[in-house]
């Protein structure tokens, strides 16, 4: 049985744009905070993860609900996320969700029943298999027709974006390398950044996302 006080927070964007801008994660967040406001905020710990929601074996795909399963688990928690289809459009993930024995709430519906959930996962497997069809017949109309599909405009922006992103990152590299080198998690680097008044890239705080988009970048660089 989980302690009602203890939360473990799990967010997903399904595109590394999304992940980039972090609009999803942000909104995701704060969607929780407000949730949890009174009753288990800050949660015990935080997983960000970048990754498609598609397929049965999702959960194999994603290392990071994986992990923040296991955690629940581990502190008697309840597993917590701004949205149902955060999680998978997908049944019978769903369902193997709850045969983990984990508790979680979705905070769109936090009183919705097992039966419930399997509900609107099935609706919105069903509208994920519509939209697919629905984006296939329109590409395939537009070849039809000789478009020429993309944009090399937004490509030449989102590569510059990415560049001048990267290039931010590296000026955090010093003070980030001395903090992990002494093992701090992802959360506990956002606030070691907070306590010694460094501004996030976007002039802000730092959460658990865009200290985890930072790690990623830095990664990368390596």
Do not use: C
């Amino acid at each position: 049985m989980a302690n009602p006080s203890k939360f473990v927070a799990y967010f997903r964007v399904s595109t590394a744009a999304q992940g980039q801008s972090g609009l999803g994660l942000e909104a995701q967040r704060e969607a929780v905070r407000v949730y949890l406001a009174g009753k288990g905020w800050p949660p015990i710990d935080e997983f960000v993860e970048i990754e498609t929601g598609k397929g049965a074996n999702a959960l194999a795909k994603r290392p990071q609900l994986v992990a923040a399963i296991t955690a629940a688990k581990r502190h008697k928690a309840t597993l917590v996320i701004a949205r149902l289809d955060r999680l998978a459009r997908n049944v019978h993930f769903i369902s193997g969700l709850m045969e983990t024995g984990v508790d979680f709430v979705a905070v769109d519906n936090p009183n919705a029943s097992p039966f419930e959930l399997h509900i609107r996962a099935s609706m919105s497997q069903e509208e994920a298999r519509l939209i697919s069809e629905r984006t296939k017949a329109a590409l395939q109309a537009a070849k039809a027709r000789g478009t020429r599909l993309g944009n090399p405009q937004i490509a030449g922006l989102v590569a510059r974006h990415r560049k001048a992103a990267k290039a931010k990152a590296l000026t955090y590299a010093p003070i980030v390398n001395v903090l992990r080198a002494n093992g701090l998690s992802t959360r506990q680097l956002a606030v070691a950044l907070n306590e010694r008044g460094i501004a996030s890239p976007g002039g802000g705080r730092w959460h658990t996302s865009n200290a985890h988009k930072l790690i990623q970048r830095l990664t990368a660089e390596a």
